[in-house]
Nanobody, 116 residues
């Protein structure tokens, strides 16, 4: 059974930093794209960043470019989202995701609140 478990959310002041982690288990993720999405209050879920589990290739939404960094630790089956220079508009529930052409898995989400 595939499980994705987020950690690292919390309350931070604007301009601060947080590091989210996602522990992935239950299968090999070779060839998967591992990513972070978020859903702010009253908004649709949106893409934040992704990384190829095998390739390490990264992709970012414009909202996080220059502020967010996604990384992976293949040995520990974890991937991370380092978020710097946080803004109030980054307030959202952040979900980790693992997907390939046939499968799409989600974590339960972790709340990030940025106070201004």
């Amino acid at each position: 059974q595939v499980q994705l478990v987020e950690s690292g959310g919390g309350l931070v002041q604007a301009g601060g930093s947080l590091r989210l982690s996602c522990a992935a288990s239950g299968r090999s993720f070779a060839g998967y794209s591992m990513g972070w999405f978020r859903q702010g209050p009253g908004k649709d879920r949106e893409f934040v960043a992704s990384i190829g589990w095998s390739s390490g290739r990264t992709n970012y939404a414009d909202s996080g470019k220059g502020r967010f960094t996604i990384s992976r630790d293949v040995d520990k089956n974890r991937f991370h989202l380092q978020m710097n220079s946080l803004k109030s508009e980054d307030t959202a529930v952040y979900f980790c995701n693992a997907q390939d052409i046939s499968n799409n898995y989600w974590g339960q989400g972790t709340q990030v609140t940025v106070s201004s």
